[in-house]
């Protein structure tokens, strides 16, 4: 089974800040799926196969990585922002969800 | 429009069963699997298993497997799953979700509480 690491767990970012949200696998994966879940809410879609961006998702998001790392960034940081973010990934048979890293605004 | 509508939050005795549903609209139900993810309070997201309705395959965490059962009934396009022997640990909130790939749908969840 392939774990997912997120890094940071927790963070604050100020309105128009760079924000990188980490997601490292225990093993090579081909690609990374990111969900925004906040709070009362179920969690959404939001970056697909590493780097494609789920409908309605501002293009200040972006993805990236290969192998075992991946990333989320968001350049300039705004309040809607504020969420916790998951990574995901499929190996047969399993899919597998990392920690979470929430995200606050400053 | 695409909807997965769950079922209503449950409040159960330990040791008892739940059984929740999902039932879809608004997509061909046999097109896409199904899935069921758990969430502890205050926790991240689980993947607890997944329902291939066309075919009635299934496939669980290992964490789940005995804890969680997974139906489905084409006819209605409703999604189910059943927890068992409930404890404490089972406290949650459970959501259903559809899929090709990435999980692009998701219930509204149901809440489950185990107490006496």
């Known amino acids: 089974e392939i774990v997912l690491t997120q890094s940071p767990t927790t963070m604050t970012a100020s309105p128009g800040e760079k924000v990188t949200i980490t997601c490292r696998a225990s093993s090579s994966v081909s690609y990374m799926h990111w969900y925004q879940q906040k709070p009362g809410a179920s969690p959404k879609p939001w970056i697909y196969e590493t780097s494609k961006l789920a409908s309605g998702v501002p293009d200040r998001f972006s993805g990236s990585g290969s192998g075992t790392s991946y990333s989320l960034t968001i350049n300039n940081m705004e309040a809607e922002d504020a969420a916790t973010y998951y990574c995901q990934q499929w190996n047969y048979p399993s899919w597998t969800f990392g920690g979470g890293t929430k995200l606050e605004l400053k | 429009e695409v909807k997965l509508q769950q079922s209503g939050d449950e409040l159960v005795r330990p040791g008892a069963s739940v059984k929740m549903s999902c039932k879809a609209s608004g997509y061909t139900f046999t097109d896409y699997a199904m899935h069921w993810v758990k969430q502890s309070p205050g926790q991240g997201l689980e993947w607890i298993g997944t329902i291939i309705p066309l075919i009635d395959t299934t496939s669980y965490n290992q964490k789940f497997k005995g804890k969680a059962t997974l139906t489905a009934d084409k006819s209605s396009n409703t999604a189910y799953m059943e927890l068992s022997r409930l404890t404490s640990e089972d406290s949650a909130v459970y959501y259903c979700?559809?899929?090709?790939?990435?999980?692009?749908?998701w219930g509204q969840g149901v809440m489950v509480t185990v107490s006496s």
């Open positions: 979700a559809r899929s090709l790939g990435p999980f692009d749908y």
